[in-house]
């Protein structure tokens, strides 16, 4: 039996650390892919299999590299390396703008052609993007980072169309409020944190691992059908933005 192959991108730590040890718990062995050294091949020595892959995905020549050390075409591409420079758009530096764009936009879309012209060339292979509620919802004082993951949930569909009938299977996962990776900090605060919580309809914050079981329900055979989608882990709390907004109750009806 062949075994499995995924590359994780941002995945020395937080959301991306979680589904690569989900995946290879699955049966995948796991490319390890972050910017750090040290971090990236601490990581892979937690991980059962795992490779440590150093490369900046901004980088094309570093991810080309990165991609012939690993060995084999990957099955499974997840590109969940992201950055963000919180503040008010009118005060946000050009710099921060150009650094998230950087790599959440081109980062993903660099890592993205690398895998899916080996994948083309092997006839099959699936991707995966990490986006955001952010994406679908603006929030304020978030710079270019709800920017960046709208448009990486627009060139999932390009992908999909576009590689789709070459083989390779394009979808994007985005999550909401999740408790861990780059959001740890901000669940840290107890009011914040039960402030959040209230506001999910399911009741509770999102968890790494719900994101994780996205991923790999949409790598699977299950989502053989499935392309171009964005499909948002949030608990609700994307579509029940309407619900938090008062209506006087003696208005039953307007004609």
């Not at 605060?189 to 079981?213: F, H, N, W, Y």
């Amino acid at each position: 039996m062949t075994t499995r192959t995924a590359i994780v991108t941002g995945a020395a730590a937080g959301l991306g650390a979680c589904v690569a040890e989900r995946c290879a718990a699955a049966g995948y062995r796991v490319g390890v892919l972050d910017l750090q050294r040290e971090v990236t091949e601490a990581r892979a020595a937690e991980i059962h299999g795992a490779t440590p892959l150093v490369a900046d995905v901004r980088d094309e020549a570093a991810i080309e590299a990165a991609l012939d050390s690993f060995g084999a075409v990957p099955d499974l591409v997840v590109n969940n390396a992201g950055i963000v420079r919180f503040g008010p758009l009118l005060d946000l530096a050009a710099a921060d703008w150009r650094a998230v764009v950087d790599v959440n936009l081109t980062g993903t879309f660099v890592v993205a052609r690398a895998a899916a012209r080996r994948m083309v060339e092997r006839g099959h292979g699936a991707i995966v993007n990490v986006t955001s509620m952010n994406g679908v919802a603006p929030g304020p004082n978030a710079g270019a980072y709800g920017s960046t993951k709208a448009a990486v949930a627009l060139l999932t569909q390009q992908m999909a169309l576009e590689w789709g009938p070459l083989g390779v299977r394009v979808n994007a996962v985005a999550p909401g409020l999740i408790d861990g990776g780059m959001s740890a900090p901000i669940y840290a605060d107890p009011e914040t944190r039960q402030a959040r919580e209230s506001k999910v309809p399911l009741g509770r914050l999102g968890r790494p691992d719900d994101i994780a079981d996205a991923v790999l329900f949409l790598a699977s055979d299950d989502a053989s059908y499935i392309a171009g989608q964005n499909l948002l882990v949030d608990g609700g709390v994307t579509m029940g933005i309407i619900g938090q907004l008062p209506r006087p109750k003696s208005v039953e009806r307007t004609e």
